[in-house]
């Protein structure tokens, strides 16, 4: 099984321990490893594929606390690199009493924005499966520059890009910045996973239909939507499927699109399904990759923090 490699942020989440109120209201939090993107590789591993995660951190105790979490979560940190220039990024977190969010980010700059093109090498991607990268990264720092190379290298090696942008408003001066960068890099991925809340600010689009049909104009083969309560949908250029939601009680919505996203990557290197194999996959198989997805999301919301399923823990939960 070949290996889904993840570039982007690293920083420390700073949990609540209480929920349902502001965060200036908020007195007691818990530390967390965290970023999206090392989310995507925790799932991976934690159900058995393999993962590495290209990103950088501060010589100090956070940077170091997360490098310890993501190799006892198995992944690979070969290319996590270190630097003096600036201290791990964190960010402070408040739950709503639906276990929705509300953050504020302390990386102005942050170690991670200082990841530089030229750290990234072909080796990265020997044996690349899959390459998943988030917005958060996409400022106007060298890191920018170091996804675009990512990128490239990463296609080189044949492998699938997958993008979710994972939308976050707070961490650029303008939402049309934003959106900017976003759009920069659409073209570039062969899979794009959304919230259903961030469809139109990527796409212009209101309906998924649409929404679908623009991507599929450029390389795009695969657009994933997740709803939260509402389920989750698939759509390829020849076929469609959906998934109800999981009734579970949620706890923290953190990592929930991660494990998603996470999951479903791994099925597609399981299954050994390439970028130009995505739109030949039939509906009954995405409706099927969509269930596996749905329920391993739905253990991760019941957790404080975005803390990945293993496959045993998963399949003591799956239908059938």
Not at 19 to 34: I, N, P, S, W, Y
Not at 42 to 58: H, T, Y
Not at 64 to 87: E, M, P, Q, W
Request: charged content about 20%.
């Amino acid at each position: 099984m070949k290996k889904v490699v993840a570039i982007g942020e690293l920083l420390i989440d700073f949990v609540p321990q209480q929920k349902g109120c502001r965060l200036d209201e908020v007195t007691h939090f818990e530390r967390v490893a965290g970023g999206a993107p090392a989310n995507v590789a925790a799932a991976v591993a934690r159900l058995g594929g393999q993962a590495a995660m290209v990103s950088q951190v501060g010589e100090d105790a956070f940077g170091t606390h997360i490098l310890h979490v993501l190799r006892d979560n198995g992944v690979d940190t070969s290319y996590v690199f270190r630097t003096g220039r600036a201290n791990t990024g964190l960010a402070f977190v408040s739950l709503d009493a639906t276990g929705n969010r509300e953050f504020s980010f302390f990386r102005n700059p942050s170690a991670d924005l200082f990841l530089e093109e030229s750290q990234i090498v072909p080796g990265m991607f020997d044996g690349c499966a899959a390459l998943h990268f988030c917005s958060v990264d996409l400022v106007d720092w060298p890191v920018r520059a170091a996804h675009r190379r990512a990128i490239a290298l990463a296609q080189q090696a044949g492998a699938l890009v997958s993008f979710d942008p994972n939308v976050r408003l707070p961490l650029w001066e303008r939402p049309e910045d934003c959106q900017a960068a976003i759009r920069a890099f659409l073209p570039e991925a062969d899979l794009v996973k959304l919230s259903d809340d961030e469809l139109a600010f990527v796409t212009g689009c209101t309906d998924e239909r649409e929404a679908a049909s623009l991507l599929f104009r450029g390389r795009c083969r695969m657009l994933l939507v997740t709803k939260g309560a509402a389920g989750s949908a698939v759509y390829t250029p020849h076929a469609e499927a959906f998934a109800d939601p999981v009734p579970v009680p949620v706890v923290d919505t953190t990592g929930a699109g991660d494990s998603f996203i996470g999951s479903f990557l791994y099925q597609l290197t399981r299954d050994g399904v390439r970028a130009d194999g995505l739109e030949a996959l039939s509906r009954e198989q995405l409706a099927s990759y969509l269930q596996f997805s749905a329920y391993y999301a739905s253990l991760t919301v019941q957790k404080k923090g975005a803390v990945m399923a293993t496959l045993d823990e998963l399949q003591r939960v799956l239908p059938g």
